[in-house]
């Protein structure tokens, strides 16, 4: 880990999240964040500051639980999408995550299909998936797994880059319009 200030820490993020060429390794990436949390005193405050998700500065920060072969794996681009190294960090064992980081590396398709079913091969069902989420999520958060086919994702993801913003907000706002309208009872919605 190199040596970080506020100033450099920042950068990173900024530079390495706003562009579609990142210049930075996802570990360092997560590093930054790492730094700025401990700096700010949350992940919602790193994020409002940077402009990101509270999820996404915590899946940045998961990476740094990996073990140090899939952190130096990451580090070398061999895995160099977020949502993948996540979901290898979601995987807990770190034997497992070992293999399967090997095998993503070794994958000649980007198809992030492919390495979700190569991922969820390691023997975690959905189930255990969510379970592991909640297990892992922040007091307070409730979390809610929606599946979406390929055409509603791709157009969730579409609207969101339309409008600047997370995805997971993008749903979370339109959810809160719906309910609102539906509900005029006691709700009190955010």
């Not at 409002?48 to 999820?55: D, I, T």
């Not at 770190?94 to 090997?102: D, E, G, L, T, V």
Request: hydrophobic residues 40%; aromatic residues 4%; charged residues 35%.
């Amino acid at each position: 880990m190199r040596k970080l200030d506020e100033q450099t820490a920042l950068a990173i993020l900024f530079a390495n999240t706003k562009r579609k060429k990142r210049t930075e390794d996802l570990v360092t990436i997560a590093e930054a964040c790492e730094f700025l949390v401990k700096r700010y005193g949350t992940q919602t405050a790193v994020a409002q500051k940077v402009g990101l998700s509270p999820e996404m500065i915590r899946e940045f920060r998961k990476l740094l639980t990996l073990p140090k072969q899939v952190k130096d794996m990451v580090r070398a681009r061999e895995i160099d999408r977020l949502d993948v190294a996540y979901r290898i960090s979601m995987l807990g064992d770190a034997r497992k995550q070992m293999q399967i980081a090997r095998q993503v590396a070794k994958l000649q398709s980007d198809d992030v299909r492919d390495i979700k079913r190569l991922v969820s091969s390691a023997g975690m069902s959905t189930r255990e998936s969510q379970e592991k989420v909640l297990e892992s999520k922040l007091r307070g958060l409730h979390v809610f797994i929606m599946d979406f086919n390929d055409e509603q994702y791709h157009a969730i993801m579409e609207r969101a880059r339309e409008n600047r913003m997370d995805a997971a907000e993008l749903v979370r706002q339109v959810v809160l319009r719906w309910l609102k309208t539906k509900s005029k009872s006691s709700l009190k919605l955010n």
